[in-house]
């Protein structure tokens, strides 16, 4: 159980480093992804754990998040594409106050 | 299952964090949503040590099979825009991201390592687990009906 919590953890946190430190649109959205599934090892992890399969349906409500997330997401960044004709996060500023 | 993991998880583990670094490290997207693929089919190899092999199997038909081809979609359709991206962050934070970033990741280490000494209650466990049949009833049962 012990390596499914530090797997997880690892994850996490690598994910968050790369939403912070990444410019490219495209690994900003792999980050974001690789933190769903590190909350997903550990739903599945705990499940295991204490013997109930709630964890497991937790998964798939995470996935169909995780699946909406990346469309609207690359949709976002295609349009945005169009009118900057750039895919760095910094350059998208539109509705910055 | 040993608390400590059996050398396949060790080996899979290493694999994951291996493939994760990958992802944020390579310049290359493409490369990136490789390395993206490879962490999936071992996060899939670890659902499998965690009894839940329909859990692997979705993992690897949602996102490698659809998630990850529309990024390559995407990054075909941006083939020549990579050039203009600057790596390092610009504004007057980028000194701060790399030390932050930097905190966090231990401080995430050091909550793994603390959590990991946590002894948890372990019930019976038995091969059925992952059957369909008690994935409906909890749907049903647990999520939808409850609203």
Not at chain 2, 106 to 133: N, V, Y
Request: glycine share 6%; with cysteine.
């Amino acid at each position: 159980m012990n390596i499914f919590i530090i797997a997880s953890m690892l994850m996490f946190a690598i994910g968050i480093t790369g939403v912070l430190i990444k410019r490219n649109a495209i690994i900003f959205f792999l980050s974001l992804e690789m933190m769903l599934n590190s909350a997903n090892l550990l739903f599945v992890g705990f499940a295991h754990r204490w013997g109930n399969e709630i964890g497991h349906i937790w998964v798939f409500f995470v996935l169909v998040v995780a699946a909406a997330e990346a469309a609207v997401g690359l949709a976002i960044i295609i349009n945005m594409f169009k009118t900057k004709q750039v895919v760095d996060v910094d350059q998208y500023n539109t509705l910055k106050g | 299952m040993t608390d400590s993991g059996t050398f396949g998880q060790w080996i899979l583990l290493s694999l994951v964090a291996l493939s994760s670094f990958g992802v944020i490290f390579f310049r290359n997207p493409v490369h990136a949503c490789l390395s993206f693929l490879l962490s999936l089919v071992c996060l899939a190899g670890l659902y499998l040590r965690l009894v839940a092999p329909f859990i692997a199997a979705m993992q690897i038909l949602v996102y490698a099979g659809a998630i990850l081809v529309m990024f390559m979609f995407v990054i075909v359709l941006f083939q020549d825009a990579y050039h203009n991206i600057e790596e390092t962050p610009s504004g007057s934070y980028a000194p701060l991201l790399y030390p932050t970033a930097a905190a966090f990741f231990l401080t995430m280490i050091a909550m793994g390592r603390h959590f990991s000494s946590i002894s948890l209650e372990k019930k019976s466990f038995t091969r059925k687990f992952w059957h369909s049949r008690k994935y409906r009833k909890g749907f049903i049962y647990r999520f939808f009906l409850s609203f």
